[in-house]
């Protein structure tokens, strides 16, 4: 397995749980658990993938990226009982999913010599749709849109690193570990010390 595949299987395995925990809060069955969790876990890759052009879709030419999902999910049904703030193990797995998936997107738009901007374009849509996708269909309010929080903003910055980091000459996994550290380091800041970008409040019209 090389780099690039190691980081889908790792974003894969983990999307799948936060997939799955969010569906044992909607209180679905296991069937619903492994239809989130797919989605979750394949969501931002498969839209990444159809954007570069990518042929075939990663999971359709490695089918066993769904069998992981659907593992995780089964496990996610049968232990989730177990855990004492489920929500919380979701915005920490959530995290290091993102992070992981950024470094993904990013390393398929790389090797594929994509301009800066589409890489940093493609790290930010495989971090963030996956989870898009879950939070909508299960109607809880998307961790991407939660206010007070960064989320968009650390999947740009992880990109945005990566892509540095290859103009200075740092190639393959350095700079794309180099983006998962720059992006969960910021995530992890925001939920712990509440770091966030400046909100847009309305002021009353001037009279």
Known sequence: MNGLAALDFAAVLV???????????????????????????????????????RHPVFWVGQPYYILIAV?????????????????????WLDSFALSIAVAAGTGAALSLDQPGTIVVLMGVCTG???????????????????????????????????????????????????????????RAGSLLFGWQLPVYKARPPRQ
């Not at 239809?35 to 969501?43: M, S």
Request: aromatic residues 10%.
């Open 71 to 91: 593992a995780a999910a089964v496990v996610v049904f049968f232990t989730a009982h177990l855990m004492e703030s489920r929500y919380n193990w979701l915005i």
């Open 128 to 186: 963030c749709l996956g989870g898009l996708m879950r939070d909508v269909v299960c109607n809880e309010v998307p961790l991407v849109l939660k206010q007070g929080q960064l989320y968009v903003s650390c999947a740009f910055a992880g990109a945005l690193v990566a892509v540095f980091a290859t103009r200075l000459g740092l190639d393959g996994l350095p700079a794309l570990g180099l983006c998962a550290l720059a992006c969960w380091s910021l």
């Open 15 to 53: 999307f799948a749980l936060t997939g799955a925990l969010v569906a044992s809060r909607a209180q679905l069955d296991l069937i619903g658990f492994a239809f989130i969790a797919c989605l979750t876990a394949v969501g931002g890759g498969t839209v990444r993938d159809l954007l570069l052009d």
